[in-house]
């Protein structure tokens, strides 16, 4: 899920690109999809990351799961100028970041674009290369004390930034830090105004970083009733511009001809490109102007089902609960990059009916997301889901062994406190047992 210049880039050095799945609920590659191509497309000589409409990519990691220091990835940060990766900006990250200032850009000078690099080699060769590949500009050359000879070892090419761009970069950057900050609002706003949205699945703040919200993408599942290309033509009747950003590259004759591609195909990608919807998204984008937006689409989506919440069976045994309703309680095996995803994709799309509450994972460094905590281990579940009124168990974890995955899903079971009765009978039941999968006391008398 990138644009087509970026492999083509690839395609122009020589070099034959591989295309590598994303995961459906960021956009982005992570090191589960990484190592997937590696293991069927053979280790890279390079890697090219790309920080999707401005959420930091995980840089460091996916560098390892290809097995490549740093110094061998490049950042496509063309949506992410003033992305933070941890506490550091993008563009420090890796052997070189490449930025975009196209018009549509968060730093808008028309054209042109910039490449950040530490390694002075790297460096010296750009500013030769963007220009015919010689050694020396026209300013260089006739500048007092310049010397008019030049030479050309290898071929370059005319991808200087004219002097009229730059000019306006510089008086753009004045600006920068608060178009940023009104993005944010811009994002914070919709979020508000959309979250209530039965099968509208809004883009997450990164747990750590700094999102540059240079797009806002939401993904239109089966939920809302509508299609995406069909809402995109209601939205469109009512004057509301949207778009599609990218279109995947295995998609591309011409890269189905040119790039690898894994053999088991691109499946994230796939299920996630029917969903993506770009909505209006620019600094100068009034407040009225997205409410009208989250009217419109709130509008268009089915009515919300009201569905009395049930109250627990552990909370009518006195095991302690939540206070908050809205779908039943779920708890989330695996606090990893998947479960943690899962889990703020739920919390944002309520008509699925399914509240996280907890996460549980055996590696005690995890920690939970969006004020889900992690309560235990995987070996807790059976105490869990009687403690805390669990009434769906959900595995995230795409590593996970098919031993250990039997014995998560097997049903944990626990003796039934003396007040548990099995219906209509009024005195307890001593062959009763608390049935995970369906958050219910279940006689197995």
């Not at 030049?150 to 200087?160: F, H, I, Q, R, S």
């Not at 989250?294 to 919300?304: G, Q, S, T, V, Y």
Request: glycine share 12%; aromatic share 6%; charged share 20%.
């Amino acid at each position: 899920m990138t644009f087509c210049g970026a492999a083509e880039a690839i395609v122009h050095a020589g070099l034959r690109p591989v295309l590598v799945d994303v995961e459906p609920h960021t956009g982005l590659a992570s090191p589960r999809t990484v190592a997937t191509a590696v293991r069927t497309c053979g280790r890279p000589s390079a890697m090219v990351v790309l920080h999707f409409a401005g959420a930091p990519a995980p840089v460091e990691e996916l560098a390892e799961a290809a097995g490549l220091g740093p110094g061998l990835v490049v950042e496509d940060a063309a949506h992410a100028l003033g992305t933070f990766v941890g506490g550091r900006p993008v563009g420090a990250l890796s052997g070189a970041a490449c930025f975009s200032f196209y018009a549509t850009k968060n730093l808008p000078v028309g054209e042109g674009g910039m490449v950040t690099t530490d390694n002075e080699q790297t460096a010296a060769w750009i500013h030769r290369a963007r220009l015919h590949g010689m050694s020396a500009d026209a300013w260089r050359r006739n500048a007092p004390g310049g010397d008019w000879a030049y030479t050309v070892e290898e071929a370059g090419l005319k991808a200087n930034m004219t002097d009229v761009q730059a000019a306006i970069g510089r008086a753009q950057l004045r600006h920068l830090d608060g178009w940023q900050r009104r993005r944010e609002a811009v994002a914070r706003r919709y979020e508000d105004g959309l979250r209530q949205v039965p099968g509208l699945v809004l883009p997450a703040g990164p747990p750590a970083g700094r999102h540059a919200w240079h797009l806002y993408v939401v993904r239109v599942l089966s939920g809302f009733g509508t299609g995406r290309d069909e809402l995109i033509g209601r939205l469109a009747e009512r004057g509301i511009g949207t778009s599609v950003q990218f279109i995947p590259l295995h998609h591309m004759p011409y890269f189905r001809r040119h790039a690898i591609i894994p053999p088991e195909g691109l499946l994230g990608a796939e299920s996630l490109f029917p969903q993506l919807l770009s909505l209006p998204m620019y600094p100068a984008l009034p407040e009225r102007a997205v409410d009208r937006v989250c009217a419109e689409i709130a509008r268009l989506a089915p009515a919300p089902r009201r569905v009395p919440a049930a109250r627990p069976a552990a909370a009518r045994h006195g095991a302690p609960r939540s206070d908050r309703t809205g779908g039943l309680r779920t708890l989330v095996a695996g606090a990893g990059e998947a479960g943690r995803a899962l889990a703020r994709d739920l919390r944002g799309a309520p008509g699925f009916g399914l509240l996280p509450v907890g996460f549980v994972d055996d590696d005690p460094g995890k920690r939970g997301a969006d004020g889900v905590p992690v309560l235990g281990t995987l070996d807790d579940i059976g105490r869990l889901t009687l403690a805390h009124g669990i009434e769906v168990v959900v595995v995230a974890i795409p590593g996970l062994s098919a031993e250990r995955f039997r014995l998560v899903t097997t049903l944990p079971k626990r003796r039934a406190p003396a007040s548990a009765t099995c219906p209509p009978s009024s005195r307890p039941c001593a062959a009763m047992w608390w049935a995970a999968t369906c958050g219910r006391w279940t006689c197995t008398a």
